[in-house]
């Protein structure tokens, strides 16, 4: 592992000036930052020489709280706290069970609501150990997964070339529910959080934190669904998350492009409708419209679709 | 012959549930003592440099940044002049179990991965980590497959042209050689109803236990100290000793491992001694002593499931097999034992083509899979044929050497003095009764369930794994020690951590036989004691372990009972004054005088009397192997209950019943575990395991436990029944066959009939992942 400073930042403003040195990176829970240094998956010049530790920031970051409605928390609140919260579990329910389903109890109670949001995209090319393809991601000329084993990677197409997926559970959770995140300089809509090009996987600058995420409050039901193929510890091959309220529904599937996907076009099927197998069921195949398969992933096409019935039946 | 020692009616801890597991503490509490947790005063760290490519040879290597890093104390080269100076030449290397061409540290790289070119020795892991990236190397990059098909088409790019150069095939028993063949095949399909032909294959699997690949090497003059994974530790000494031209005094010390035989480094001498034998070499070179690790390693050796099978069947329609043939093209050779020694299938002919390719060497993990997976293809394809029940064709199919189990009743059970019990039939009947088979079973594709998936039933059945303790290495031995001073039992003989708690059965049986208490029996494994032994309860291995472990506790019992009765010192009175050992007895390690059981003395007691004349009580026994006339006997089976959801492809494990005849069991609790875990590492091989490589590189993919699935124990159906039978019919001690993987090998495809009842389609490849099933439903 490349030999890096530690820093443990004791306010955001600190922090973020620790960012403004250059090649650093900021730390919540480590899980995914720690495997990606530990196995020398990016080159030299993209691993960072400081690491700022946000858990040590005063006052903390790490909260649940219902203000006046809307739901706020810490980016460095435990997924764990989250999944077990009965504010979260009650008022907005995806994003409780998205926290829940996300990696496995020793991971949960490590990692962060930041750090999942903000997790770089999957690849296991990009990810391979000893940086071994020099990939779009890393600055390098090609692809390797757009020929060779795509079998996990993005069905709604390539971004610049590249066709790594968002692996987060709480992003389209988050997405549905129309939250904002909030960073050391801005509000962003979480709609807009990763719309972004390739090498990055959200529009955060280097040295920008992410604070807080607030969710509007809520009235409908919503609701989170997973694929994957193990239950006790997976990325997902596809999630989603649907929010259906009175005469409007949200929609957002994840793991199939480089940022989550909002389903516009599903989500004005199932509006106002009655949710039952049939509506549920032409809403999803919205999921399809725009699908650009790959040589081996044509099959998350039809599993988007059913994780797409599933979550607006989930609703009803 | 009748089983090796008879089954007493009773006994204080053979069979008993709940006793405390003998490296339970250490490991529950965390102080077990793992090989990377040695350390020695001025040690140094050593790794070596893997392969980028899939098949490559270095043309030049400049490593004079790696030797001017700060901290690198010494770089260990292919060309480096110990290689010659020892009589190294690439000759020393060998092929392992999948034909790769295994140097120590070579100029060739076979797979990616594969530790080449040179080596660094430094201070700490980080500097090695930081020097191995700082070589200029030119590389000349070669072609390669990663599928063994392709490696033997018409027009392949050879491989290996020193080795062979007119083809990438290394075995092909087509013709002849070592093939399995039994009876006339020919006129089995003749014969039969009806011959069916059909290719089935499996991907590759990856193996993987606690403690990642390590070895430590001290030298002290003469001698050389090392630590390193084993499954039996005297072949180390052997290896190493002939690398290092037979003149070396070695000790070995095989600590926590965490499981996977010590990476069966006794297979092959160019694979898993290399960590040693490279320690080793640094640690010479170096003077001081030198850990060497390897964290990659797991994702290096293969396991050998993977094949692509050619399969043809003859059968009549009322499920009686009459021939079976298969060509396996594979890395590894087929096991055929089970088709051929636990059925009455008369003709048989099992072929094997070994391409050479380039992944990593194959090592047996889960071999038996192999064999379970030919003759549950066998099986659930007639069943298929035939619509019947699969239950009732392995019942109508059993036997021994192509024999029905009327003949073995007659010619070998009665002959043998054997129980004269069926073992399948046993098995079977707790399965369905527990399973509730009868009322599950049905016509494929019958059952749709309220919520839309089709519901399925699977039945495999299979052969116990071991039945003689002649398989496999007979030169085990072990001695029971009764130490002076404190009087508590010491077995002595090394063997390898498999994970599975073997020490406490071993324990288990000596408590008995000499008649001390389990407290007071210590079993640490670790220390080179001269003497090896094989595994205890949790694998096959302990039908020869067992054998040790009761000849050596009966006769230091002799020894113990009769030092109670000789004259001491200056013709003094012995322990018991006018007794002789048939008088005596021994109990909860204390020895008493049969008609008067208040007369008793404590082993401390009797082994510290007289102690300036006598020696300790020290009972060796080694196995030597012996010519019997065995047979697999016992079996074992398995009922599934599935549904398949049309939407997604994944298939939900509802139930599953396994049912094992162990012979005889020692530690309920140690089978147990491996009855479990079987069948989880069975499960997960059904429906997720699969190596993955890119095809344009070369490069495997999935090199984590993240990318590469593996099911852990939430990811099993619930509720999961494990149900032991003993019915004596085995030719270790007791009867007993031992367990090993057994569960994971039988339940590896069960989900071949199992899908099949569930959807009506057979599925041709596995593991059985959404794609596949999706694919075979006409979703995509």
Known sequence: MKEFTHKNATTVDEAVSALQGGNAAVIGGGTDLIGTLRFHCLPDSLDPDVIVNLKTISPSLDYIEDDGGTLKIGACTRLEDIAKSSVVQDGWTALAEAAHMTASPHIRESGTIGGNICQVNRCWYFRKENNRFDCLRKGGGMCF??????????????????????????????????????????????????????PGSTVLDDDEIVTEIQVPAFSGKSAFVKFALRKSIDFPVVNCAAAIGSGSASICLNAVYNKPVKLTAAEESIAGQTIDEASAETAAAAAGQGTVPLTNNAWKIQIAKAMVKKAILACA | MAPLYQTREEYNYIGKEGVRRKDGYEKASGTGLYTRDVSFPGMLIAKPFVSPYANCKIISLDTSAVEAYPGVRFVLRYDDPWWSENGWTRGNASYGWGAQYDDLLGQEGFFEGNRMGFAVVADTENICDEALRLAVIEWDVLPFYVDPEAAIEPGATILEPDVNPD??????????????????????????????????????????????????????????????????????????????GGALKINVHSLYQGGQFGFANWIFPGGYKTFTMLAAICAQKTGRPVKFLFDQMYWHNRSYENGVYYLKCGFNMDGTINACEQLVISAAPEFNAKMMHGTKIPNFNGM?????????????YRHGMRSCALMNNFFAKVAVETGLDPTEIALLNDGCDGHDMDW???????????????????????????????????????????????????FVWSVGWANTPNQYLANFQGTVAIQRGDGHVRFLARHADGGWNHETSVCQIVADELGAAYEDIEYRPFDDVGQDAAHGEGSAGFIRTAVIAVEASRKAK???????????????????????????????????????PENVKTFREAESYQRQ?????????????????????????????????????????????????????????????????????????????????????????????????????????????????????????????????????????????????ATGKWVSRMPLTPDKVLKALGKI
């Open chain 2, 167 to 244: 083809t990438n095939i290394r075995i092909d028993t087509r013709e002849g050689g070592s093939r399995d063949v039994m009876g006339d095949v020919q006129a089995g399909f003749d014969a039969s109803d009806k011959v069916i032909e059909w290719v089935w294959s499996e991907e590759e699997e990856t193996p993987a236990a606690a403690e990642p690949g390590v070895a430590v090497a001290v030298w002290r003059g003469e001698y050389l100290d090392l630590y390193a994974h084993n499954q039996v530790p005297l072949t180390t000494t052997e290896t190493i000793n002939r690398y290092f």
């Open chain 2, 408 to 458: 073995v009743m007659e010619n070998i059970k009665k002959p043998q003095d054997m129980p004269q019990r069926d073992s399948l039939q046993e098995v079977i009947t707790i399965g369905k009764q527990k399973f509730d088979w009868d009322n599950r079973y049905h016509g494929p594709g019958e059952r749709i369930l309220p919520n839309g998936n089709y519901h399925g039933v699977g």
């Open chain 1, 145 to 198: 997964a757009m020929m060779g084993e795509n079998r996990y990677h993005a069905i709604y197409g390539a971004v610049g070339g590249c066709i790594a997926v968002n692996p987060s559970d709480t992003a389209p959770a988050l997405v549905a529910l129309g939250a904002t995140i909030v960073t050391s300089k801005r509000d962003i809509a979480a709609a807009d959080f990763w719309d972004v090009a390739i």
């Open chain 2, 558 to 596: 002799q020894m113990l009972l009769e030092r109670c009765c000789a004259r001491g010192a200056n013709d003094c009175d012995p322990l018991f004054p006018g007794l002789t050992p048939d008088d005596l007895d021994t109990k909860d390690s204390t020895i008493f005088e049969k008609a008067n």
């Open chain 2, 613 to 757: 004349q006598y020696p300790s009580i020290t009972a060796n026994h080694a196995i030597t192997r012996v010519t019997w006339d065995t047979h697999y006997l016992t079996r074992q089976c398995s009922f599934i209950d599935i549904e398949v959801n049309p939407e997604t492809g994944e298939i939900i494990l509802n139930d599953l019943v396994d049912v094992n005849d162990v012979g005889k069991i020692v530690s309920p609790d140690t089978l147990w575990g491996q009855q479990y875990g079987g069948s989880t590492m069975g499960l997960s091989h059904n429906l997720i395991e699969a190596e993955v490589y890119d095809p344009a590189t070369g490069v495997r993919l999935n090199t984590n436990l993240i990318d590469y699935k593996w099911f852990s124990f939430n990811d099993m159906p619930g509720p999961f029944s494990c149900n032991l039978v003993e019915t004596g019919m085995s030719y270790g001690p007791y009867g007993l066959n031992g367990c090993s993987e057994s569960l994971a090998a039988t339940n590896s495809t069960i989900l071949i009939y199992a899908f099949w009842n």
């Open chain 2, 352 to 364: 094997h083509l070994c391409p050479h390719f380039n992944r990593a060497g194959n090592v047996c």
